[in-house]
């Protein structure tokens, strides 16, 4: 049943393939690289941040040195090395201690108001979680059941959470000096 054009159009077919197969043909040139050229692009239309946040929500913004922008390096780096006065500049034997209940932790602890509640947590030997450590972003948020966390807590520095989330109590471990007695939840964000 097999037919001799039907052979012959099968040998033909290998034939052509197996020539194909083994041809040089014509040689393939990338084009140009413009990945680096489209980032920067990409970059210059999301707006900078003046905080150094880990995980920065814009693209090349935070701590960068481009985001400091030409000249503007000294005043920042002058202002920098200026000694703020804060609750931790009181002196130890001065300082007055509260009762701090970490929930989460189980376990409740006097902490001396010179002393942020991350630090009190840490010499606990508990794992608080944190990054930055100067309230510029939101890796050690708490939240201060007992009401906003102003009446309970200084916050120095602290530049992430808006005057509703401390009403509602939520708190920054990493700059949060106690003022009262309180129960905190570490590893609550708004």
Same mark, same amino acid.
């Given at each position: 049943? +097999?037919?001799?054009?039907?052979?012959?159009?099968? +040998? #033909?077919? $290998? +034939?052509?393939? +197996?020539?194909?197969?083994?041809?040089?043909?014509?040689?393939?040139?990338?084009?140009?690289?413009?990945?680096?050229?489209?980032? &920067?692009?990409?970059?210059? $239309?999301?707006?900078?941040?003046? #905080?150094?946040?880990?995980?920065?929500?814009?693209?090349?913004?935070?701590?960068?040195?481009?985001?400091?922008?030409?000249?503007?390096? =000294?005043?920042?780096? &002058?202002?920098?090395?200026?000694?703020?006065?804060?609750?931790?500049?009181?002196?130890?034997? @001065?300082?007055?201690? #509260?009762?701090?209940?970490?929930?989460?932790?189980?376990? $409740?602890?006097?902490?001396?108001?010179?002393?942020?509640?991350?630090?009190?947590? &840490?010499? @606990?030997?508990?794992?608080?979680?944190?990054?930055?450590?100067?309230?510029?972003?939101?890796?050690?948020?708490?939240?201060?059941?007992?009401?906003?966390?102003?009446?309970?807590?200084?916050?120095? $520095?602290? =530049?992430?959470?808006?005057?509703?989330?401390?009403?509602?109590?939520?708190?920054?471990?990493?700059?949060?000096?106690?003022?009262?007695? #309180?129960?905190?939840?570490?590893? @609550?964000?708004?």
């Amino acid at each position: 049943m +097999v037919t001799l054009l039907g052979v012959v159009l099968g +040998v #033909f077919l $290998t +034939v052509v393939a +197996v020539a194909v197969h083994y041809s040089h043909g014509t040689t393939w040139r990338a084009g140009e690289d413009i990945s680096g050229e489209l980032l &920067e692009r990409r970059a210059a $239309t999301v707006p900078e941040t003046d #905080f150094p946040e880990p995980m920065n929500r814009s693209i090349g913004g935070g701590g960068a040195v481009g985001a400091i922008g030409p000249g503007g390096a =000294e005043g920042e780096l &002058e202002e920098a090395t200026e000694e703020e006065e804060g609750p931790a500049s009181i002196p130890d034997d @001065e300082a007055e201690s #509260f009762d701090i209940e970490y929930v989460k932790e189980g376990e $409740t602890i006097a902490v001396a108001e010179n002393e942020t509640l991350l630090s009190a947590g &840490e010499d @606990e030997g508990w794992d608080m979680p944190y990054a930055c450590r100067e309230g510029q972003c939101l890796s050690c948020g708490a939240h201060i059941s007992d009401g906003p966390s102003e009446d309970y807590v200084i916050h120095h $520095t602290q =530049e992430m959470l808006n005057e509703d989330e401390l009403d509602e109590g939520y708190t920054l471990t990493c700059v949060a000096y106690p003022i009262a007695d #309180f129960s905190l939840e570490t590893r @609550e964000t708004p």
